[in-house]
């Protein structure tokens, strides 16, 4: 049983609810601005320097601009599906590797060839792998996709299973300007 007089009791707990409200108003702004903050903030992807997807924009390997490549892309079946060219560093620890690519042209596949031009972020040692998603299911189908890699290194299959090049045998170096490479396309 409380002893002190009704009053008393309204005006602090009147304090209590306006100390809460000044709580709850800090902590929705504190929620607000973090989630601005996140909307705000680029993406993990963008921000480890991996997975970044762009378009096939030429313009980034124009006479005097660079780093980058431009590959010529032949021997594809048909316009059918979705054409992916992935950038890796020439190293083991990200060659193939899901999301450890540093960029992804998507292009219009067309019967014969494409060209693509794909930014680097400096001059060094880079590998390349195509990809003709010919289904247009953006799944990786062994049985029907045709694909590439930088250098023309054959791709294996053993048992079926196509077995990649080491990176080794895949990259290439690029300086500060627009280095030119082809890449055939295979298909099972």
């Known amino acids: 049983m409380c002893l002190l007089p009704r009053s008393t009791h309204v005006r602090q707990g009147a304090e209590v609810r306006e100390k809460m409200k000044v709580i709850a108003t ?60 992935r950038t890796y560093y020439a190293k083991g620890s990200d060659w193939l590797k899901s999301k450890r690519y540093l960029t992804r042209v998507n292009a219009k596949p067309r019967a014969g060839a494409v060209t693509v031009c794909v930014p680097v972020p400096k001059a060094g040692s880079y590998a390349i792998a195509v990809q003709h998603d010919i289904n247009g299911n953006r799944k990786t189908d062994f049985s029907v996709d045709g694909g590439g890699i930088s250098n023309n290194v054959a791709i294996k299959r053993i048992l079926g299973i196509p077995r990649p090049p080491s990176v080794k045998r895949a990259a290439f170096t690029v300086g500060g300007g627009v280095k030119k490479l082809s890449i055939a396309v295979k298909y099972p």
Do not use: E, H, W
């Open 26 to 85: 800090g902590l929705a702004a504190t929620g607000l601005a973090f989630g601005v903050s996140l909307a705000l903030a680029p993406s993990a992807s963008a921000q480890s320097g991996y997975a970044n997807v762009i378009s096939n924009d030429m313009s980034r390997c124009a006479p005097g601009k660079g780093p980058a490549v431009r590959v010529r892309i032949s021997g594809l079946k048909n316009g059918a599906g979705n054409l992916y060219v």
